[in-house]
């Protein structure tokens, strides 16, 4: 009888990995949205308040972020400070490229990523700004839906392990 109620647990406790190994896809796409959006803010502040050009402005940023996110705003202050005759994009989207061939992260966040590379690139102070402002609402209503999903989901899970653990239980019985 005791190796069933231990039999019942593991298979309990299984599923329950199971699932969070299934949500830890959409937890990670959140964390990489939030950084993100901090860039994005960050860089707006140090543009439309402060006034300071892209290289000086990723310095600074760079501080305020998590990795990988610190990382790729030191390389493209370093490049930009040694840019060679390469425009901002060029060197936003090398520095991307070499971030994703280094990690398997999402390519959502990937495709988010060069797009804000797309807007801060742009000619001017205003449109960029405006650029990050449009980005970073469209990043907000992914990490909604995203959360909301999670939400969803992880109930889901928790129901199918609880069940699935009954069953096992119920079987060796």
């Not at 972020?65 to 390469?86: C, R």
């Not at 690139?121 to 960029?128: A, I, P, R, V, Y």
Request: proline share 2%; with cysteine.
């Amino acid at each position: 009888m005791w190796y069933q109620a231990i039999a019942g647990g593991l298979v309990m406790a299984g599923a329950y990995g199971f699932g969070m190994a299934l949500c830890q896809d959409m937890r990670c796409l959140l964390y990489h949205f939030e950084e993100q959006k901090r860039m994005l803010l960050y860089f707006e502040r140090e543009t439309d308040f402060l006034h300071r050009p892209i290289q000086e402005s990723f310095d600074v940023i760079a501080d305020r972020l998590a990795t990988p996110y610190k990382e790729l705003a030191l390389g493209i202050a370093d490049a930009m400070k040694n840019s060679q005759g390469m425009c901002f994009r060029e060197i936003w989207r090398g520095k991307t490229e070499e971030l994703a061939k280094g990690n398997s992260y999402p390519e959502k966040a990937m495709e988010y990523l060069r797009r804000i590379g797309d807007g801060i690139g742009s000619e001017e102070d205003t449109l960029q700004v405006e650029l990050c402002a449009i980005l970073r609402k469209e990043l907000e209503e992914e990490m909604d839906k995203l959360k909301f999903e999670r939400a969803q989901k992880s109930r889901v899970i928790h129901t199918l392990s609880l069940v699935s653990g009954i069953l096992c239980v119920v079987m060796f019985l």
